[in-house]
């Protein structure tokens, strides 16, 4: 398993593209699901679409804190209930995040990584995540979700949250 670099908007257009579907489940989908997780754990993500380490395949990994992961080959929306308000980041767009729509609750269908057919029912964070990295699959990113230029802020370090600012000969 590798840990592979992670594909940051503007700079790379795979996450602007269509996805394509997966037709066969062999060793090489099943390198990709594995360096997707350890990629996904690395960078402390909640979920990781195949586009976002430049792979333009229909392959989702989601992982709620201690919960295995859920792996989704070409998943699909299949239900959407009710409405939440949800402040999200995203791994491919570094340094922000912003306030969007999401549906509360999705029943989402695909394959797992032996190629059954599974349907989740997810609600809260794990329907948050579903969207989220199913947008992916199909070259849309949170911040197309985001109504107006106030709702996405950009993340203030730490360090200058209390109005002290460092700099980085200061850090060593």
Do not use: W
């Not at 997966?22 to 586009?51: C, E, F």
């Not at 199913?134 to 070259?139: E, F, P, V």
Request: some cysteine; proline content about 6%; glycine content about 8%.
């Amino acid at each position: 398993m590798a840990v592979l670099p992670i594909c940051r908007f503007p700079d790379d257009p795979v996450l602007r593209q269509k996805a394509k579907k997966v037709s066969r489940i062999d060793g090489s989908i099943q390198r990709l699901i594995d360096d997707m997780i350890k990629t996904m754990r690395r960078a402390n993500g909640v979920g990781l679409a195949a586009p976002q380490i430049g792979v333009p395949l229909r392959v989702i990994v989601v992982q709620m804190p201690s919960e295995e992961p859920v792996v989704l080959i070409n998943p699909e929306i299949a239900r959407r209930t009710g409405e939440q308000e949800v402040t999200e980041g995203c791994l491919s767009v570094p340094g922000y995040y912003g306030e969007i729509k999401r549906s509360a609750e999705v029943v989402v269908k695909g394959k797992n990584r032996n190629g059954k057919v599974i349907r989740i029912r997810a609600e809260g964070l794990m329907a948050e995540a579903m969207q989220h990295e199913i947008d992916h699959l199909n070259g849309t990113l949170y911040i197309d979700h985001v109504e107006s230029p106030e709702k996405l802020k950009k993340i203030v370090p730490a360090e200058q949250q209390n109005g002290l600012k460092i700099d980085n000969e200061d850090r060593r």
